[in-house]
Each structure stands twice: as structure tokens, then as C-alpha cells.
């Protein structure tokens, strides 16, 4: 490897950089294993849950890979056409479904199937060019039983979710290759598959302000309750508006602002004893979720819906919420467990909310040290085993997150009931964005490792109870990351393997050279050096569900938290013991400061 310095350079700079170099040196190292061609304007990759198969978007369209031998098993193709998101999940044995959006916002379904791709449904079909419909995401449960897609339309946004008749489809497909139809899509224009539908549909939450209880005890009634907070939360957001309004015209700014309109996030649960709607989960097949959680931007509360299989008859009538998960602050990203059973929002003012579903209570409320920087996203690490009966293992329920803010800074939180928070400071802030990272993701087959990529290109496990690098992935010396600030990869948990695009290293960065230019796939095992094989853990085939107890009543519910807090009082005390002392240690840490400064 030649090395060189440039003139002028400080020589605290060259001290720095060599202590990086040296600290590189001292880690260990990865390169992948192979590498093979990909399609042209490779865009996105998906891996489907199995790890059987890939899915590549590019332009033109999509294609399906072995994810053993990267050999294309089958492709589908439209000129015009550039996929931008794709999705792969497995709904049959030997079926699977996948979820695509294309570069003019239309999402699309289709099943691969021996050998074949069949295009099953549009999901923003433009009928009117004046009200064309544009997908801002696009998300596939786990199993394709249901979807769930941001749709914007003339300015307004809202949100729908579909229930997939997968058991139909499959009827469907089986059907036309039984008489000897094409498997790829040009076979199949005569094929009349079963359409989608519409389950839920959602709009930000516009009510009334202002909204008036009957009486006191009328709050306990679950819909008022529900309408008093999304009222209560309406009017805030008006209110700010209007001062927003007023501090723009005192300054002289007449022209109308031109505000983004309000984005929403959602996430599938897995069955989970909860109030209401618990019991419903029991008849549910295992894996199969059974609600949705939504929140929108600019929200202080979570909005849980049950899940039905075919569209209430009242649909110009927008459900109302089953569960209610308020806070005290803005919500600002979220992340779900594995199992489902926790819940995790940032908030504003650096604040982190863990709702426990089986309780319907807060698991832990944690105050970050952070308040120089939002939070950007968040996600669960799988530090240890999730436990499957909550009554037996209340007491050691602790969660792991991962949290990224918008100024590059790492943290990580280990919260739980009835004990001590641990906040951590993974990295701080980089000196220069080239270091900032672009990705920080959990890797569910090794534990407490996660996947970094920063913008220089560098790619790195690092562990986030330790805050060590375990392993450095070096690509060729005459390759580097196609796009360091939106890497494309995919994580195959069930081979433990890493699949990321790489372009050449002298390719200009401009989009008419990325269009042009075929990148390459590079694979990085996991399973092979014996540096990581001490983090691999084993993954269930399905995320577990817990056993629980459904409460139905509130009086169930309230029951079940008390006996929570009952099992836990242990946990607790030790809790309190241990806040004291640090109480303690902080109040002679105050004095003595003061103390040194009145002597000097």
C-alpha cells in the first residue's frame, strides 16, 4: 500500500490520521468472497426472509437471483421504467411476493413463482392524469398477507393498507401454468388475478379543536378519550401554526409558505396480549399480524388499528383508533421488536419511550444526553434471547437501541422495567461528513454487532455494548461503494451474509456515468472467519410470539399491570438504591466544584 502527505498539512492532522491508520491496522479485516455483475442502473436489493432468492431493481424493471449461486432465475421488464424500491417475502413454500416502486411513484405486486414473475396488482392506478396518485412507500408484512403505502395526491397524503389474497393468487397462478401458459408476464396479460383491497384508510388526524367531554368520568369512555387527544393535539399543532403566521407577517413575509405535507410511519404487530382487541390475536395463524401502528408527522400520539381481512362497509368513515399510545413530546422516528412486544419512539428534547404492548404502560422512559442533535432513526439490538412468556420474565425484560442523530452521533440505550437506564455514546459528532455514517443497521445474526457504512466508503461491524470495531469488509482496491451516501445492500440472515453494489474506482460520480456503468456485487461472509463466529446467534423461523395474557376489560388490564409491578418491586428497589447513590456522588461532585471555585 504506497503512502503519501500532502504539503501544509498540520501536524496534529497527520497525528490523527496516523492513529486511525494504526487503530485499522490493529483490527481485523474481511474481504468478500466473490462477486458477480449487475444488471444496469442497479437502483435497490432486497433478500427474501428465507435467504433462498434476491431481488435487484434496476432500470427496466427487476430481476430475481439465486441467492446461493447469484444466477438470474427471472426478470421482468418494462421500457421507461426504473425500479427505485424493491421488496421480496416468502408466502407459500415455493412462492414468493414482491413489492416494487417505480421512478414515477407507482407500486406495483408480483409473485415469483417456478421460474416465472406474474405481475398480480397496480396500487396507485392513474385513471386521471389532473389526480395522478404518487407512492411515498411502499411496505410488505412479513408472510405478504397485508401492504401498507403512503399515497400523495394534489398535496394531500394519507395512508392505505391492503390485505393480499395470497391463498387466491396462489389458486390463480397455479391455474395458468397448468394450461401451459408462459411464466413470465407476457403469458399472463390474459390472466384476471383477484383484486386487492383496501382495509384501512387513513388521514392525518384533522379533528375539530376544542372538542367537548360530557362530563368528568366521560374520559374513561374510550372513543372521547381517543377524540380528546387527537383534538388536544390538533389545536397545538394550529396553535403553532398561527404563531408560525403571526411572527411571519410582523417581520414582512407575505407569501404564503409552502409546508410539506405531513408524512406518516407504520409498523406491523405480531399477535401480543393487549387492551382492547387481545383476544382477537388467538385465532390468528402464528406469524400472521393481526394490528398496525401509525404515527404522523408532527404527532405526540401512536395510533394502534386491529386488522381486518375485508373492508368495513363504512368506508367513507375513517376508523377510529383501538389503542392509544400518548406522549409527552413530538414523535421523531420509532422502531418495533422482533417479537412485536415492545415498541420504541424518539422524541423531541432527546427523550427515548419504550411502550410495552402485554401491559399497555411504558416499559422505560430514558433522557438521552443528546440535546445538540434530534434523533434521526432508531432500532432494536438483539443483545439476548427474546423471552416467550411475559408473566415468567417480566422481571428481566430489558430492550437495546440503537440511536442516530442528524449530526452523526451514535448512542446506544439499555432500558427495562423496574431497572437502571444505560445510556452510552457509541461516536460522536464527526469532525469531518466524510465520516458521517449513512448506515448504522442491526445484523440479527450476530449479537450486539452492527453493520456501519460511512460516507468515505469505509464499511465496518462494530459492537455497540463494547464500542469496538470488530471487523473491518476492504473492498479491491479497484472498487468502492457506487453511492456512499444511499448504499445498496441486503443482509441474508438465514446464509449470515452481506450483499452490497460496488462501482469502479476511477467512475465519475455523475448520473449520466452511474446510468451508463455496470457496478458489481460483492459477497462478505459471516459464518467463515473465526473473529465473528463467537457473535453468530441462531434465528427462529418466524419471530416468536409471546405468551400472554389478552385483556379484554380495563379492569383486566389495570390488573395485569399491578401484578407486573408486583414481580418487579426486587428490581425496583435496587433501582431506587442505586439513583440515591448516584444522587449522592453527584451532589459531593457539585460542592467540590464550588468549593474550587470560590478558593480560586
Aim: aromatic share 8%.
Amino acid at each position: 500500500m504506497s503512502t503519501y502527505t500532502r504539503e501544509g498539512t498540520p501536524d496534529s492532522e497527520m497525528e490523527a490520521a496516523c492513529k486511525t491508520e494504526t487503530s485499522r491496522k490493529k483490527t481485523p479485516s474481511l474481504e468478500p468472497s466473490g462477486a458477480t455483475q449487475l444488471p444496469v442502473s442497479t437502483n435497490c436489493l432486497a433478500c427474501s426472509d428465507d435467504g433462498r432468492y434476491l431481488g435487484v431493481g434496476h432500470s427496466q424493471g427487476f430481476s430475481v437471483w439465486c441467492a446461493s449461486s447469484l444466477i438470474c432465475a427471472a426478470e421482468w421488464q418494462q421500457d421507461g421504467l426504473e425500479i427505485t424500491s424493491i421488496q421480496m417475502t416468502r408466502m407459500a413454500e415455493t412462492a414468493y411476493l414482491l413489492g416494487t416502486v417505480d421512478d414515477m411513484g407507482v407500486a406495483r405486486v408480483f409473485a415469483y413463482h417456478c421460474e416465472g414473475i406474474h405481475p398480480l396488482s397496480v396500487i396507485n392506478i392513474m385513471e386521471n392524469i389532473n389526480k395522478r396518485s404518487i407512492c411515498l412507500t411502499f411496505e410488505l408484512s412479513e408472510g405478504g398477507d397485508y401492504g401498507a403505502a403512503s399515497i400523495s395526491c394534489n398535496g394531500a397524503v394519507w395512508l392505505e393498507v391492503y390485505h393480499f389474497p395470497s391463498d387466491a393468487w396462489l389458486k390463480e397462478i397455479e391455474m395458468a401454468l397448468s394450461q401451459n401458459q408462459d411464466p413470465n408476464s407476457s403469458g399472463d396479460v390474459d390472466v384476471k388475478w383477484s383484486p386487492v383491497a383496501v382495509v384501512i384508510k387513513l388521514k392525518p388526524p384533522n379533528i375539530t379543536a376544542g372538542t367537548a367531554l360530557d362530563g368528568p368520568l366521560e374520559v374513561f369512555k374510550m372513543t372521547d378519550f381517543f377524540t380528546h387527544c387527537l383534538a388536544l393535539e390538533v389545536d397545538t399543532s394550529s396553535s403553532r401554526q398561527w404563531e408560525e403566521q403571526c411572527f411571519n407577517r410582523d417581520a414582512g413575509k407575505t407569501k404564503e409558505r409552502n409546508e410539506s405535507p405531513r408524512r406518516c410511519t407504520q409498523h406491523f404487530l405480531l399477535p401480543c396480549g393487549q387492551f382492547p382487541g387481545g383476544s382477537k390475536a388467538k385465532s390468528q395463524p402464528a406469524g400472521l399480524p393481526v394490528a398496525v401502528c401509525v404515527w404522523w408527522s408532527g404527532s405526540h400520539n401512536l395510533l394502534q388499528y386491529m386488522l381486518p381481512k375485508a373492508p368495513k362497509n363504512k368506508t367513507d368513515v375513517e376508523p377510529m383508533p383501538d389503542v392509544l399510545w400518548p406522549n409527552g413530546k413530538e414523535i421523531l422516528c420509532s422502531a418495533v421488536s422482533r417479537c412485536s412486544r415492545h415498541i420504541a419512539l424518539g422524541l423531541d428534547g432527546a427523550l427515548v419511550c419504550v411502550w410495552d404492548r402485554p401491559s399497555g404502560s411504558p416499559l422505560s422512559v430514558v433522557l438521552v444526553p443528546a440535546t445538540d442533535s434530534a434523533f434521526f432513526r432508531m432500532q432494536f439490538v438483539d443483545c439476548s434471547p427474546e423471552p416467550t412468556d411475559v408473566s415468567q420474565t417480566f422481571t428481566a425484560a430489558k430492550v437495546c437501541l440503537l440511536l442516530l442523530c442528524k449530526s452523526g452521533a451514535i448512542h446506544t440505550v439499555t432500558a427495562g422495567r423496574g431497572t437502571r437506564s444505560c445510556t452510552v455514546q457509541l461516536s460522536k459528532r464527526p469532525k469531518d461528513n466524510r465520516d458521517l455514517p449513512t448506515v448504522t443497521a442491526s445484523v440479527p445474526f450476530l449479537q450486539n454487532l452492527s453493520l456501519v457504512v460511512q460516507r468515505n466508503g469505509k464499511i465496518f461491524l462494530q459492537d455497540v455494548i463494547n464500542r469496538t470495531s470488530v471487523c473491518f469488509l476492504i473492498l479491491p482496491t479497484t472498487h468502492r461503494i457506487a453511492t456512499p451516501c444511499n448504499p445498496v445492500y441486503a443482509l441474508n440472515t438465514r446464509q449470515q451474509t452481506l450483499f452490497i453494489q460496488a462501482g469502479d474506482q476511477d467512475s465519475s460520480c455523475s448520473a449520466s456515468s452511474k446510468a451508463e456503468s455496470q457496478s458489481q456485487l460483492f459477497i462478505f461472509r459471516f459464518g467463515e472467519p473465526d473473529i465473528i463466529m463467537r457473535y453468530i446467534v441462531s434465528l427462529p423461523e418466524t419471530p416468536r410470539q409471546l405468551n400472554t395474557l389478552s385483556c379484554v376489560t380495563l379492569e383486566e388490564s389495570c390488573n395485569l399491570y399491578l401484578q407486573h409491578r408486583a414481580l418487579s418491586v426486587d428490581e425496583r428497589s435496587k433501582a431506587v438504591m442505586q439513583t440515591w447513590k448516584q444522587l449522592q456522588e453527584t451532589a459531593v461532585m457539585v460542592q467540590q466544584r464550588h468549593s474550587r471555585a470560590a478558593a480560586n
